[in-house]
């Protein structure tokens, strides 16, 4: 008798166990991934973010720019923006967190807006690279301007250029 009750509860432990265990390996969808559409809805998005420096200025294409467009403008949404100091330029040493988006508003001269180039921190997103950076690129109206599926392969060299912060190069182009 003592015997069917230690294995009636030990079943019952078994079987608690297992239910807990397949709670936590449901397989995971990719509801989430991002994709040309959301990238472009994201870019578009202007509330809560931070310009870099504080600023909303157009900045002119310099020496060390690799964007064609004459004009563009770097903002971080409040995830990304914990790592910008007091000026509002990026820390020394930044790793941006998950979740960070950064957008990259590429002008004409005529200050109209010609294409987004964004950088979002999503680690588990089958478009990532190793450092868990998406890399979108978009033209004003919402097309693919560079593939997605490249995971960044065409951004990645060029940001890694002496001085890049987390691949990012607002610091480099513009101290
Ligand atoms: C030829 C070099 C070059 C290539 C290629 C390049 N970039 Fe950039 N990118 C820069 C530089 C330099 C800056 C800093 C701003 C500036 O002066 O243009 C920058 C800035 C950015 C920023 C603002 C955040 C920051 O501080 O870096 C984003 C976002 C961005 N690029 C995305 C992209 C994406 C996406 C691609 C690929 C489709 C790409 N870039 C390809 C050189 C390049």
């Known amino acids: ?6 294995l009636s509860i030990a079943l019952i432990v078994f079987v608690s166990l297992l239910n807990a265990c397949q709670m936590n390996t449901t397989t995971p969808t990719n509801t989430d991934a991002l994709t040309i559409p959301k990238i472009f809805e994201i870019a578009k998005q202007t509330s809560g973010y931070t310009w870099y420096k504080k600023s909303d200025a157009y900045l002119p294409k310099n020496g060390v720019s690799g964007h064609i467009e004459v004009f563009q403008r ?3 949404d409040a995830t990304a923006a914990t ?3 007091a000026n509002g330029k990026v820390k020394a040493g930044a790793v941006f967190p998950e979740g ?3 957008v990259k508003e590429l002008v004409n001269s005529d200050r109209s ?4 180039a964004l ?3 999503r680690k588990a997103d089958p478009s990532a690279d190793a450092d868990g950076w998406v890399w979108g690129y978009v033209t004003a109206a919402g097309a693919e301007r560079h593939p997605l599926s490249s995971k960044g392969n065409g951004c990645i060299a060029c940001h890694s250029i002496s001085g890049h912060i987390d691949r990012t190069l ?3 182009s513009n101290p």
Do not use: E, H, P, W
Request: net charge positive; no cysteine; aromatic share 8%.
């Open 1 to 6: 008798m003592k015997k069917q009750i230690a």
């Open 74 to 76: 770097t903002r971080y």
């Open 83 to 85: 790592q910008l100091d």
């Open 100 to 102: 960070s988006t950064i």
């Open 113 to 116: 807006i010609s294409g987004y």
């Open 119 to 121: 950088m979002l921190k």
């Open 170 to 172: 607002m610091n480099v």
